[in-house]
């Protein structure tokens, strides 16, 4: 049975070096990256952390979520490596069409998640105080801490571990309400 497994948290966490390695260790696997699907959008992109950005945010969520679900229903254990903030998850899940998925936020530090946003080359995202304002996001919201890896370990692999021993142990698990 292929599982969606959703690493979510602020710039700069670590999600698409952890997505990777955590996709690695199941036989068929796939990344999803939502950032590629607010790609699509070109020119009409409102930056995505702007108040005004919310409708665009759930069309582009339910984008990727659909696709996941799709990658899973075919077989493939999905990854998806992006920003679900937790008001975002059953807009995220029901788009999936599966009963179910895994969520974990990587909540390091605002110091760290700055420190490495800061130190970016070739990627696109690289605003400080936009970083700064959706690591209070998650930070402030009501989320399960069996859902949360606050302060995760230095090494990605590590933290890939850690992630796939909680999935495994079902304690990442969210059933479609």
């Known amino acids: 049975m292929a599982d969606l497994i959703v690493v979510t948290g602020p710039p700069g966490a670590g999600k698409s ?18 950032d590629d699907f607010f790609g699509l959008l070109g020119d009409d992109l409102i930056s ?7 409708a665009q945010n759930e069309t582009v969520v339910q984008a990727a979520a659909a696709a ?9 254990t999905v990854v998806y490596d992006g920003m679900v903030d937790p008001w975002f998850v059953p807009v995220f ?5 599966l009963p179910g998925l895994h969520y974990v936020v990587l909540l390091p530090s605002v110091r760290v998640c700055v420190r490495r946003v800061q130190a ?3 990627h696109g995202f690289t605003d ?11 930070t402030s919201a009501e989320i399960e801490k069996r859902h949360v890896l606050a302060n995760p370990p230095a090494d990605p692999e590590d933290t890939a571990a850690a992630i796939h021993d909680r999935m495994i142990s079902g304690s990442l698990t969210l059933m479609d309400p």
């Open 68 to 76: 996941a679900g799709q990658l899973v229903a075919g077989g493939y």
């Open 128 to 138: 400080l105080d936009a970083t700064r304002h959706m690591h209070q996001q998650f």
């Open 48 to 54: 995505p952390w702007l108040p005004e950005a919310h």
């Open 120 to 122: 970016r080359t070739g």
């Open 93 to 97: 899940s029901a788009a999936t069409r």
């Open 17 to 34: 070096t952890v997505a990777s390695l955590l996709a690695n260790r199941f036989e068929s696997s796939a990344v999803v990256a939502g």
